[in-house]
């Protein structure tokens, strides 16, 4: 009797090896990380079980760890000292996220590349990603011109990309023209297009020290829409985007396959604080293999459409990939 017998391609290491579809490759990770002002060394994040916040000194050693394990880059965040109401500490040169960004720059040199998180959340002493206006809400186009300043500042501290991740419409033309205007024509934009206002940015929360009051669903997208996920891609490719980005990863892959169909620019996903916190809390009660959870994890990101993956483990991974 003849049968179709698609196990023959799954008898051995090395067949499997050859038939795989998806592989990880290092240049493919980006390491996003924290850098604390007045920190005299890394500060340990409760919730993020090996994760850190990197003081000045340590950021350098980091980036030279980051460098030699071959990964394509890494996504600066920056946790002030000192919090206002515009988030004053984002544009000032001598601010911590600016002065982490020079560190950095330096210390890469070509072997990576640094990129910056444009966002106000964490500069702001209401926690949003941008002003509010009389009424407690985020007035968007007067948050653009924060985001303008604030580009120009991260381009000038040597940012090699701007990852916006504010959610407010027309961010991505709002920085586009202020780069071009100040002779950064040439620092590309990552669009953080379709990101969710997910519980799984838990941890974060902490590693950031959020001051949020509330939430960001007015600007941050629904859980249940998918098709405004491709609108939002769109919109970010239209206004000149370089790079997309589908945030969280694990629970929007549908989006992320969407976004990889469609663009004709790469598309990244980012596997955010909850998605480490959750497979790392259930690796230490010896619920499920950590390293093979891991490696699915990244994996099923890839195999959804991600040209690159913004994972915490990004170091590990390349160290097993090798």
Same mark, same amino acid.
């Given at each position: 009797? !003849?049968?179709?017998? *698609?196990?023959?391609?799954?008898?051995? *290491?090395?067949?499997?090896?050859?038939?795989?579809?998806?592989?990880?490759?290092?240049?493919?990770?980006?390491?996003?990380?924290?850098?604390?002002?007045?920190?005299?060394?890394?500060?340990?994040?409760?919730?993020?079980?090996?994760?850190?916040?990197? !003081?000045?000194?340590?950021?350098?050693?980091?980036?030279?760890?980051?460098?030699?394990?071959?990964?394509?880059?890494?996504?600066?965040?920056?946790?002030?000292? +000192?919090?206002?109401?515009?988030?004053?500490?984002?544009?000032?040169?001598?601010?911590?996220?600016?002065?982490?960004?020079?560190?950095?720059?330096?210390?890469?040199?070509?072997?990576?590349?640094?990129?910056?998180?444009?966002?106000?959340?964490?500069?702001?002493?209401?926690?949003?990603?941008?002003?509010?206006?009389?009424?407690?809400?985020?007035?968007?186009?007067?948050?653009?011109?924060?985001? +303008?300043?604030?580009?120009?500042?991260?381009?000038?501290?040597?940012?090699?990309?701007?990852?916006?991740?504010?959610?407010?419409?027309?961010?991505?033309?709002?920085?586009?023209?202020?780069?071009?205007?100040?002779?950064?024509?040439?620092?590309?934009?990552?669009?953080?297009?379709?990101?969710?206002? !997910?519980?799984?940015?838990?941890?974060?929360?902490?590693?950031?020290?959020?001051?949020?009051?509330?939430?960001? +669903?007015?600007?941050?997208?629904?859980?249940?829409?998918?098709?405004?996920?491709?609108?939002?891609?769109?919109?970010?490719?239209?206004?000149?985007?370089?790079?997309?980005?589908?945030?969280?990863?694990?629970?929007?892959?549908?989006?992320?396959?969407?976004?990889?169909?469609?663009?004709?620019? *790469?598309?990244?996903?980012?596997?955010?604080?909850?998605?480490?916190?959750?497979?790392?809390?259930?690796?230490?009660?010896?619920?499920?293999?950590?390293?093979?959870?891991?490696?699915?994890?990244?994996?099923?990101? +890839?195999?959804?459409?991600?040209?690159?993956?913004?994972?915490?483990?990004?170091?590990?991974?390349?160290?097993?990939?090798?």
């Amino acid at each position: 009797m !003849s049968m179709n017998r *698609p196990r023959r391609l799954r008898a051995t *290491p090395a067949m499997r090896r050859l038939v795989a579809e998806t592989r990880l490759h290092p240049a493919e990770l980006i390491l996003p990380m924290f850098v604390r002002e007045g920190a005299s060394e890394p500060v340990p994040i409760s919730s993020m079980p090996g994760v850190v916040q990197h !003081s000045t000194e340590s950021l350098k050693g980091a980036i030279a760890d980051a460098a030699a394990a071959g990964i394509g880059g890494v996504m600066l965040f920056g946790v002030p000292g +000192r919090k206002d109401a515009t988030g004053s500490g984002a544009t000032d040169p001598d601010g911590i996220l600016n002065v982490a960004t020079r560190i950095a720059a330096a210390e890469a040199g070509d072997a990576l590349v640094v990129q910056t998180d444009l966002c106000l959340d964490e500069f702001t002493d209401h926690g949003h990603c941008g002003v509010l206006d009389a009424n407690g809400y985020v007035d968007n186009d007067a948050s653009l011109e924060r985001y +303008r300043d604030m580009a120009v500042a991260q381009a000038e501290a040597g940012s090699q990309l701007l990852g916006l991740s504010g959610m407010m419409d027309g961010q991505v033309a709002a920085v586009r023209e202020a780069l071009d205007g100040a002779g950064f024509g040439n620092t590309p934009i990552l669009g953080y297009a379709a990101k969710y206002a !997910s519980a799984f940015y838990g941890p974060f929360r902490e590693a950031v020290q959020s001051s949020l009051q509330g939430d960001r +669903r007015t600007y941050q997208q629904d859980p249940a829409n998918r098709r405004e996920g491709a609108r939002e891609v769109e919109l970010d490719l239209a206004e000149g985007a370089d790079v997309v980005m589908v945030k969280p990863a694990m629970s929007y892959l549908d989006v992320l396959s969407d976004a990889a169909a469609t663009s004709l620019v *790469p598309v990244w996903a980012y596997q955010v604080s909850g998605e480490y916190a959750m497979i790392e809390a259930a690796a230490a009660h010896g619920w499920i293999d950590r390293r093979r959870a891991i490696e699915e994890s990244v994996i099923g990101i +890839r195999r959804a459409g991600a040209d690159a993956v913004l994972t915490y483990w990004a170091l590990e991974l390349a160290e097993w990939i090798r």
